[in-house]
């Protein structure tokens, strides 16, 4: 009896091992985009920035690209790209984070991120922040995202100067923009990158 009653439990545990698992790695789906392995840095409580990261997956025949995001745990959010300047990385504000038909867009520390700016609340390990995603083609994209901590060097996004970002030039609908697209990230003076 006690060894039925041990291999109960013992079946219970590694089920709820495998449930904590699978919800770190849950997928989010609007249309033809697939949201996977989304994360956003946990921060000290007296930080004005973080960052969310993720796999964007898209399984349709054209390309689609990531336009806007929005959470309630920050004043602002934007769409970030790191890029060299010289001997120091830096990051600007990007129009858009393209996905390419039947293929992926990896959102990771030092590339394409979503910056979440002046927080109302400081993400802690083990919390879930609420994001919104808006695609171009696919439309919103409501999920909630799980908090890490990551160990390794990165960036400090409080440091940086975003201040004299011209988010004037973040309009979608500027007739350069695909001249931007074509010929990458743009960083002369105050411009703001573009994707390929």
Known sequence: MKFFTYSILGLTGILLLLAGCTQSTQMSKQGKIEV????????????KTSAAYMKLQNHGDQEDRLIA??????????????????????MRPVQHISVPAHGATMLKPGSYHIMLINLKKSPKPGEKVHLTLTFEK????EMMVPVHERKGKMMDHD???????????????????????????????KGHGGMK
Not at 69 to 89: C, R, T, W, Y
């Open 138 to 141: 696919a439309g919103q994209m």
């Open 69 to 90: 995001a929005n959470s309630p745990i920050a004043e602002a959010v934007e769409l970030h790209n790191v890029f060299k300047q010289g001997d120091m990385m830096a």
């Open 36 to 47: 996977g392995h989304a994360w956003v840095r946990a921060v000290p409580p007296n930080a």
């Open 159 to 189: 440091k940086m100067d975003h201040g004299k970002m011209d988010k004037g030039r973040m309009d979608h609908e500027r007739k350069d923009r695909d001249g931007m697209e074509k010929g990458g990230m743009d960083h002369g003076g």
